[in-house]
Nanobody, 123 residues
Framework: QVQLVESGGGLVQAGGSLRLSCAASGRTFSSYTMAWFRQAPGKEREFVAAINWSVGSTAYAESVQGRFTISRDNAKKAVYLQMNSLKPEDTAVYYC????????????????WGQGTQVTVSS
């Protein structure tokens, strides 16, 4: 059984930083892409960033480019999202996901999802 467990969310002031973690278990993810999505109240889930597990190539949404960094630790089977210069509009539940369609921005291409972690950025 595949499990993705997020952690690291919380409340932070605008301009601050947070680091989200996603612990993966249950299978080998070498052929997978790992991604972060987010969903704000009343809005659709949106792509944030993705990383190819084996090669390490990345992709970002334009709204977070230059502020967020996705990385992975193969030995720990973990994926991270370093979020800097946070803005109130970054407030959302952040989800970790795993899929096999390359660095897709489409949530339907991801097979496994975590339960989400809340990030709240105050102004």
């Amino acid at each position: 059984q595949v499990q993705l467990v997020e952690s690291g969310g919380g409340l932070v002031q605008a301009g601050g930083s947070l680091r989200l973690s996603c612990a993966a278990s249950g299978r080998t993810f070498s052929s997978y892409t790992m991604a972060w999505f987010r969903q704000a109240p009343g809005k659709e889930r949106e792509f944030v960033a993705a990383i190819n597990w084996s090669v390490g190539s990345t992709a970002y949404a334009e709204s977070v480019q230059g502020r967020f960094t996705i990385s992975r630790d193969n030995a720990k089977k973990a994926v991270y999202l370093q979020m800097n210069s946070l803005k109130p509009e970054d407030t959302a539940v952040y989800y970790c996901a795993a899929g096999r369609y390359g660095r897709s921005t489409y949530s339907g291409h991801y097979d496994y999802w975590g339960q989400g972690t809340q990030v709240t950025v105050s102004s």
